[in-house]
């Protein structure tokens, strides 16, 4: 993603530090401006999908003009994905607490909850676009999949060390174990309720317990 910012020529005399207290000009109608796009993205991709996602449509729905638009982003695809990680990042953050069972459970629960409504639908579009589309379906895997997994390696790896999982545990296959089945259910369009969650997270980590 391009910056908007251009780069000083050196010996060019910088501008007046600003003191503590004043805001800078323009920064904050920037920031809002990409918050209306980015918020217009997600709108269009919930309603139409990406075979019907375009920058126009984000530049009319958002009001901001189509140039400054194609400025900040190479393609509808990077807008349309950094339109979906925008809307759903707080909804998928990582708990941390004294038990790493817990946490897993928690985050299992929290991406089901996000799956059941517009995001799920998203997901099964950008999958469905994805096969024919190569750059779509890596954009998706990169900017969403992989973040996730390694998240989620990371909350298993706390549980290695301090002793609540087995060591030898295959990190990779208890995150497909986890994953996978959600991934399944909400393509198929079967359902992923709390208690189902539940039950498969209680059926894949009772596997990885260490034993006392």
Do not use: H
């Amino acid at each position: 993603m391009q910056s908007s910012e251009i780069a000083r020529p050196a010996g060019r005399p910088q501008p007046e530090r600003l003191q503590p207290g004043r805001s800078q000009p323009g920064r904050p109608r920037c920031d809002a401006t990409r918050k209306s796009v980015l918020a217009a993205a997600y709108d269009l991709l919930a309603e139409g999908g990406l075979s019907r996602f375009t920058i126009e449509g984000v530049a009319v729905r958002s009001g901001v003009a189509r140039s400054t638009i194609y400025r900040w982003w190479p393609s509808k695809g990077a807008l349309a994905m950094e339109g979906f990680l925008q809307a759903t990042a707080a909804d998928l953050a990582v708990p941390a607490s004294d038990s790493v069972v817990a946490d897993l459970q928690a985050t299992l629960r929290r991406f089901a909850r996000l799956v059941r409504g517009k995001a799920g639908r998203i997901i099964r579009c950008i999958i469905a676009e994805g096969q024919g589309d190569p750059e779509t379906i890596e954009a998706f895997l990169t900017g969403f999949v992989m973040p996730r997994r390694a998240e989620v390696r990371a909350v298993i790896a706390r549980g290695i060390a301090s002793g609540e999982l087995r060591r030898d545990l295959d990190v990779e296959i208890t995150c497909s174990g986890l994953f996978g089945p959600l991934y399944l259910r909400m393509l198929l369009n079967e359902g992923v309720d709390d208690a189902w969650v539940d039950r498969l997270s209680g059926f894949v980590l009772a596997g990885c317990l260490a034993r006392r």
